[in-house]
């Protein structure tokens, strides 16, 4: 609203002629690309910028994107990326940052002030780990603290309890795991903030991909437990940072 205003205040003192106005109002809310038509409005709408889904994309059409976000100067965030991606897009953009186990390029083009409280990301297993990173990238992206525990999972539960105070004094919790799924369950047990329960699809045999783990998370006893898709990382985070920001 702010760009909005800034444009009616120039053309109302002649700064800017109507011509002018109307062939910047053309692509004020949206950019047209062909491929893809680019949000510009959804950060002051929703409070954060429109996300690249690489998986799917050739790396000329991320590219074109890029750009275009670029040059608007959005903090750019991508997921589901491989290396050759991020060798294009860094060859451009040298403050490009890569989290190769999370799938993720960030691009930073403005400051984003960090909060006080905090994310706790809880992973049961190193296995997880790839499903962690895409969080971590998605929530400190939004400008959230986040620390991370990780290899805590019930197989062992006692190492969970050592670290248990960091679960409590967080604002929100986002719990991975695969398998039989059950950590966000047992944690839910435990503290009194709120749960983002992310299955992944690590498992044996009749895991079928991360669908028991899922189905256990979804018929969870304990209460303060919401559960997002298979493996869907950047979902968990997206939702933890408005609940951490409230």
């Keep these: 609203m702010d760009k909005l205003q800034q444009l009616l205040e120039d053309i109302h003192s002649g700064k800017t002629n109507i011509q002018e106005g109307l062939d910047i109002l053309k692509n004020f809310y949206s950019t047209d690309l062909g491929y893809a038509k680019i949000d510009h409005n959804r950060e002051a709408r929703v409070g954060y910028p429109e996300i690249i889904y690489g998986q799917g994309k050739t790396i000329e059409q991320i590219s074109g994107i890029v750009d275009l976000m670029y040059e608007r100067k959005t903090n750019i965030l991508i997921t589901r990326v491989n290396q050759e991606v991020y060798d294009v897009i860094s060859e451009k953009y040298k403050e490009a940052k890569y989290n190769k186990s999370g ?42 603290k986040v620390v991370k525990v990780t290899d805590v999972g019930v197989a062992g539960i006692h190492r ?18 695969g398998m039989e799924g059950a950590l966000p369950s047992v944690i839910g047990g435990l503290v009194n903030k709120p749960i983002i329960a992310v299955p992944t699809s690590i498992g044996y045999g ?32 997206y939702q933890a940072s408005m609940i951490n920001k409230l």
């Design 103 to 144: 799938r993720v390029i960030t691009i930073r083009c403005k400051p984003t002030e960090e909060t006080e409280s905090y994310i706790a990301i809880v992973a049961a297993g190193t296995s997880d780990l790839p499903v962690v990173e895409e969080a971590f990238e998605t929530a400190t992206f939004f400008g959230n």
């Design 160 to 177: 969970l309890f050592e670290r248990i105070q960091i679960l409590r004094n967080a604002k929100v919790l986002i719990v991975v795991a």
């Design 206 to 237: 009749a895991n079928f991909g991360g669908l028991s783990a899922l189905l256990a998370m979804l018929n969870s006893c304990s209460g303060g437990i919401s559960v997002v898709n298979i493996d869907n990382g950047f979902g968990a985070a």
